[in-house]
């Protein structure tokens, strides 16, 4: 086994039990996305009319993905905690390879997200939402959502370098989740003025929920729509893949040289 990969697991085990040591914290985080579940799909669900398609169920997929990027503020304020209490000079005076300190981080909140993220499924069942693609064709959705993940966390874990301030992560973090407001995680964005549905169009997580939205079945890819959302799939990975590449290469050049 390479020192990379042996160092990461070994880490992973550290943020794992991290995470074990605030119970109450991981219940929260994990509940979070089935209230608000119950509370849009029975209170906005009354009032917003799809046309052939069940409110609740055009919903889960919308809300597995704002959880999914919720990982950008999860890494940010976990990599501003480490530098702002030291944690992160200490790993650096330990032989241990600079890139496992954010790849663990990335790996145990991997961990933990594909746990939490069970919940959300089963009362998403309950309430009506049901996967009408093939096992294949799901088994993808889920690997999409999981990758757009780790990339939120890391682009997270260098935010969280650069702000080196509990607090500062703690705002930074906070102000977040307009993003899935800003999508079509929540609403159809066809409806929207033409300035606004080109952003919403051209957010990240405007790709990825319509990539889960088709492979689960729940809702056929919007015509006319900008680029990403129009091939939802090939948008995900892009949008995934450019967000690794862009921040989990400085993170790692940070944990290494220092903040």
Excluded at 126 to 134: K, N, P
């Amino acid at each position: 086994m390479s020192t990379l990969a042996y160092d990461t697991i070994a880490l992973t085990g550290r943020q794992l039990r991290r995470v074990r040591n605030s119970p109450g914290l991981a219940l929260l985080t994990q509940m979070m996305p089935v209230n608000m579940l119950l509370f849009f799909g029975y209170v906005f669900g009354s009032a917003l009319a799809l046309p052939g398609r069940e409110y609740r169920a055009f919903l889960v997929p919308g809300l597995l993905v704002s959880t999914a990027a919720g990982g950008l503020m999860t890494g940010m304020f976990q990599a501003a905690a480490d530098t702002h209490r030291g944690v992160t000079d200490r790993f650096r005076t330990l032989p241990v390879s600079r890139a496992a300190v954010p790849l663990a981080q990335a790996a145990a909140d991997l961990v933990v997200t594909a746990l939490g993220m069970v919940p959300l499924l089963l009362v998403g069942l309950a309430v009506g939402w049901r996967i009408e693609g093939s096992v294949p064709e799901a088994m993808g959705a889920v690997g999409l959502l999981l990758l757009f993940r780790f990339a939120c966390t890391c682009a997270g874990i260098h935010l969280g370098l650069l702000t080196r301030s509990e607090d500062a992560a703690g705002q930074l973090g906070a102000s977040s989740f307009v993003l899935p407001l800003l999508s079509d995680a929540y609403i159809p964005t066809g409806n929207l003025p033409g300035w606004l549905r080109t952003i919403a169009e051209w957010n990240p997580i405007s790709a990825v929920t319509t990539a889960l939205r088709d492979l689960f079945g729940n809702a056929p890819v919007p015509r006319g729509a900008a680029w990403p959302v129009a091939h939802p799939v090939a948008g995900a990975l892009v949008w995934s893949l450019a967000l690794i590449a862009v921040f989990l290469p400085p993170a790692v050049r940070r944990h290494g040289r220092g903040v």
